[in-house]
């Protein structure tokens, strides 16, 4: 069977790993970069002899391509993604999908109609242990959620055009929006901005799903120390995924609460805890990114839909956005109109 | 010289706590112990034979005592110290001072007005960690602070009469208090309960100093694993309080960010990172409810205001009001007006 | 039903420990406690107020008493123990047993010729944790033992008496003992002495059991940090046991290798890796020291022979004795003949 | 300058990492590569286009080499390396240097005949981290080395050629060497063998340097988890090396104990213990194998001796084959003879 012949917008930072990653898949071929800067453009052809380096889109664009993956600033996608989608190509993009939900969406409903393929780089839901969280929550394993409570912390990188919740937020988003399935109904953001008083650099999201569900996601470029640990809490059982552990990222307790009511008192609730085990399923290893890539090369030969699709983009991009101006909103919240065609 | 003969009402949870110390300590001895349950009468009897050991305080305030210590719930606070005040002994009472900052501002007025030491078992705020780590940060080792970041989570002790915040973040509130000697403008919380629905079992709590210095305190009953962890973040080096880390409770990280404006464009600044040593300060062994204890002692002998007087109490109190209702109105910040006489 | 009477031998380092827990102990009342120091015996009045402080050990055995506890310098247990069993005493006795392996067994004899209890606090033996590891092991969930590694190491205390082995290794000896149930082949020791020329600090204790089964032990007062780890592995699963780790004390890890000998070439093997799960076993948290008190209690009224008996205080000191001489003949092995009456 | 064009020799587990850092050192290019297995070749074809791929030595060494680098299994290396000197090649080889002492020490001699470079591929000596240590114990820091313990286990790889004192402890006592810089007086080997009766898969290896100081090292391919920690204890501070801290790799503490004879009994000594701070240096990031490859380029270049020249390489292998000689005498000690030429 042939290989995908794909084109790649950037070979900035994200750029080199998705070329290695297409090159080192059976499914997919590199069949051109284009970048606009000099030096990166000589390090792409040192790096990939033999691979054509191009300067503008039109090039690559006039090249026999089956699909473009585009890596460069966010507040390109859309022009660039657009017009990929325009020219007949399905496209992979790097998260976030655009720069604001109107672009995002408008993207989602270009590919649509055009019957092309739109996938958005969530890479960890390719991932192997957010994988098999999905299966235990999706199983029921943990019971109801209660809540959860994530932490994105590292020192840098600081980003000059987008703000740490566009920059890490995206990651824990798409996981959340992958394992849990569920639309959040009010978000909230806190944040401080210290190198750049534009730029927040520290930030918490706090989602809401329901009266009994809430999640908190604390990121940052300001921490000492590189922290990656997610923890969802269940009626049944709890889990922590501490993607850092590298031989045990997820841990599975079969701890909690116990609650009976009392008869004599409505308002009285006795709990009691429940200390049992703790498993660590074992976690096939293997790159993410490589899996990204086999799924979107996948979604292109069968045309169907990538489980990163634009949907699940502008689903991030909405969160996002509000969570950007509640945080310059000193934490108000905000609603999330039920977008029904999202959530398919 | 004779020891502060110290009667102590209320033997639940904390009281046996406060008993062993009060014991221990040379400077104070237990004049006496009431409680209203039998069976925790009997156990108190067994602990501590030859103590008297009381059922109602007006049989305590009978006998000859210098101060007392209350270890009762909170919503008992304001009556029974009020009470011991007025019968002009010194007071030593759990935390948080009072149920509301009414009760707390005029438990505080009262001691003033009558010459009492009136101090709040803040008991952190007496660790030798905490203390050297505000030795560190009023040093300026620190530079200025960034932000500060604490997990204080485990699965329970769900209370049937407080929220999460009430029971867990004085402990928080009380170390920023002491670390950072700085006036909070503003405070929000998010929460939610899931064990009983009137009580919120987990939460999030927001104290915003200044635009460039924001604190954040996740407090929960439902975590699977037990958490007790601060993050200072300054701008020459930062901090972590890991109270669970009994060799190396506190680490300082020599690393941080550089900002250099851009001449050619005032809006862009360049960023670099700082990567440097770390180092972990011995921090002596001691029990901080012993040095508690010893310094209530020495307040009561010399007359002098506790480092946890009742002014602290009554910013904890605020604080702990303040966030209740904020996580009840979905997350509204509330503005702490100025008030000048708590921050002397 | 009657509490034992116990009448203590010593208030040193361990004896506080011992009193407590015999108090706390629903079986056991302490009848008396006897120390030759006068400071310690004023300690010992300050903290058990009520139980008879005396200063030779015929005071104490002219009271009326069911046993005595001896916790006194290993260099006297042979002539307080015998003593004790000759007043027809039941005895339980601090580890080890004696300073050697003709006294060690001449107490063990003359208990079972008197008919007397005779039990060495081995105090690990009565963990929940060890107790669970044994349970792990003989059900055969980790298949055949492999081999036995184990970190015992920290800074302090040296003890001018006797060496780090016999102060430390005692208790990797008895986990050892209970949880394998294996007679050792031979034994052999590395040290080093320092602080003292006389007196190792560090030690490697080597022991076999068969050609496929050896335990390592490793014991230091010299290391910067505490480390309590044993590693067990076997051919179907391992077990890490880390006393340190409180919350996941065992962990046991579905890994391990698969060999296929391949049929062209004997010589030669194929080795497979498995990786699975992780899993640790809830350990239910309680002192071992108390468990330990109410074994000596039960055995006693029923009059049967404790877990740790003498024949295990035997081996104890048996392999202590050879694995110091080992090390002072710069390793040579030492064969350790059949006892078989040890291992009954 | 001209780059030195190297020669490769073996393309298994190890010739794509020397290849690929030979590749992305400036001083360096790879000027072939030969290998027997046909697949093999085919990966190299693939991984380094442009790249002669050839099969035998003939081939390799017809091509204009400036050096050869043998990344072979460690039973080939004599012959080989023997046969690059002779060719007039300058050489780097893969730990360890040679099977056998005799080997190792007919190269070692043959290259300073022949007054060419040879270099074993000591990686660790090349880390940032060892040379750190390195300084920090030749500068005094640490006062004199009391004792050095090392755990380098894991699950796998199984050889079937070597056993895994050959396999893993060439890097142990390569970062002993180096940072001691002592000769040892003495070896013993404990060891046990599972898989193939013939290979020990897990073994103890220790060396005694003077009556003071002793090494130990634990090595083993059926550990469930890995470990890779290197104390090294000193009478003024101790360290730690643990490679899998990415973060703080390398941990310094300020602890010990202090030794004060006593007037009264020269045999008494008083031992009390220094507790102080733990500080850990910042270790620049960098791969260890570039600088390796550096290193060597330089040393082809300059003409000089490489920190791990044959000397090293012969002392190194002098202490496997002790090792193991002693794992199977059941731990006889070995000594070793004064052998000057090795430590200049």
């Known amino acids: 069977m042939e290989s995908l012949q794909v084109g790649v917008i950037g070979y900035g930072y994200w750029g080199p790993n998705l070329v290695r990653n297409l090159m080192a898949c059976p499914l997919t071929a590199v069949a051109g970069v284009c970048e606009l800067s000099a030096a990166r453009r000589a390090a792409a052809g040192a790096a990939v002899p033999g691979v ?20 460069t600033p966010v507040t390109t996608h859309y022009a660039l993604v657009r017009r990929c989608l325009e020219a007949g190509k399905d496209v992979l993009v790097e998260k976030p999908l655009a720069a604001n939900v109107a672009d995002a969406q408008a993207l989602a409903d270009l590919a649509d109609r055009l019957g092309r393929v739109l996938m958005v780089d969530h890479t960890y839901v390719f991932s192997n242990a957010v994988r098999r969280i999905r299966q235990l929550v999706q199983a029921g394993e943990l019971g109801d959620i209660y809540y959860v409570d994530s932490d994105r912390i590292n020192l840098g990188l600081f980003q000059s055009d987008i703000n740490v919740i566009w920059d890490l937020a995206p990651h824990d988003l798409s996981i959340a929006d992958y394992v849990l399935g569920l639309q959040p109904r009010s978000i909230s953001g806190w944040g401080c901005a210290h190198a750049d008083p534009l730029i927040e650099d520290i930030a918490y999201v706090n989602v809401d799903y329901s009266d009994r569900l809430m999640a908190n996601f604390h990121v940052s470029w300001l921490s000492p120390v590189k922290v990656r640990r997610m923890i969802l809490t269940g009626s049944r059982k709890s889990l922590i995924f501490d993607e ?13 609460i116990k609650v009976s009511e009392t008869t004599e008192d409505l308002r009285r609730f006795r709990v009691g805890y429940r200390t049992g085990d703790m498993w660590s399923p074992h976690v096939e290893p293997g790159e993410a990114l490589r899996s990204m890539v086999a799924h979107f090369a996948e979604c292109v030969r069968e045309r169907c839909e990538p489980v990163s699709d634009g949907r699940m983009g502008v689903r991030v991009v909405r969160l996002l956005e509000a969570a950007t101006r509640s945080t310059r909103a000193h934490g108000r919240r905000a609603l999330l109109s039920q977008m029904d065609n999202l959530y398919v």
């Not at 503008?56 to 090249?63: A, I, K, S, Y």
């Not at 850092?244 to 909690?256: A, I, M, Q």
Request: hydrophobic share 40%; aromatic share 4%.
């Open 244 to 256: 850092l552990n590298t031989s045990e990222p997820v841990k599975v307790y079969d701890r909690g």
């Open 52 to 71: 054509p380096i191009l300067e503008t889109v039109d090039e690559l664009l006039d090249r026999p391509l089956d699909a473009v993956a585009v890596a």
